[in-house]
């Protein structure tokens, strides 16, 4: 079925931990991307691509890393969590020729 | 700046109720403007966008330029509307589709 998946939806995990948050959409659209949200507070982007080998940072500076090696797949990676990172992490996507953006379920983020 | 303002975090009101849901925003370009709808535990997907002029669901939203609003509106309140609304403006530079988002407001709508 064609849709935007995240995984996992839940994480706890502790500091200094290496983790990577994935995403993958089956519908075939070419720009992805990575938004942070704190309870109650706006989504921040924090990682865009416009296709496959292009990644680009967003608005609010981020300690991760995204890749896009394939059109599906966009990871976000930490490679050291610390408590800071602690959030709800949305992934979305967009088709070529709109600009609705399509979520995914979200990652929610624990660092202790 | 390019900021989107929700001022109400919560609106309670009433089922048969007018609804008025509030969104400034701030752009120095031509805004293209969006509300985005969040069903409790459903994924945040686009309501209405300011282009198309629809209704979706009750709602519709006009933009104003001199007030620089987005206000959703809905004349009567369903139960069903009960959810989070962000409204969210497209910018950034260079032709790729950003979106800066409210805080959001929550809608209760009761029975």
């Known amino acids: 079925e064609a849709d935007i998946y995240q995984t996992p939806r839940y994480l706890v995990i502790g500091t200094g931990k290496k983790i990577t948050l994935e995403c993958s959409q089956t519908m075939g659209h070419d720009k992805m991307y990575w938004y942070q949200q704190d309870p109650g507070m706006e989504l921040h982007l924090i990682h865009y691509?416009?296709?496959?080998?292009?990644?680009e940072k967003g608005d609010l500076s981020s300690e991760s890393t995204v890749s896009r090696i394939r059109t599906e797949h966009f990871p976000l990676t930490l490679e050291s969590a610390r408590p800071s990172h602690t959030s709800q992490y949305l992934c979305?996507?967009?088709?070529?020729?709109?600009?609705?953006?399509?979520f995914g379920p979200g990652t929610r983020l624990t660092v202790l | 700046a390019q900021r989107v303002t929700q001022p109400e975090k919560l609106l309670s009101v009433f089922k048969g109720a007018p609804v008025e849901l509030k969104c400034n925003y701030s752009y120095s370009g031509s805004p293209e403007l969006f509300w985005y709808v969040q069903y409790s535990r459903q994924r945040l997907q686009l309501l209405l966008r300011h282009i198309s002029r629809e209704s979706i669901k009750g709602f519709t939203a006009d933009l104003n330029k001199g007030e620089t609003s987005f206000h959703l509106k809905k004349p009567f309140a369903q139960e069903e509307d009960s959810a989070m609304y962000y409204c969210?403006?497209?910018?950034?530079?260079?032709?790729?589709?950003?979106?800066?988002f409210g805080a959001g407001t929550r809608l209760a709508v009761h029975p």
């Open positions: 979305a996507s967009t088709p070529r020729g709109t600009d609705t953006q399509y």
């Open positions: 691509s416009y296709g496959v080998n292009s990644t």
């Open positions: 969210a403006l497209k910018g950034g530079s260079g032709g790729y589709n950003k979106l800066i």
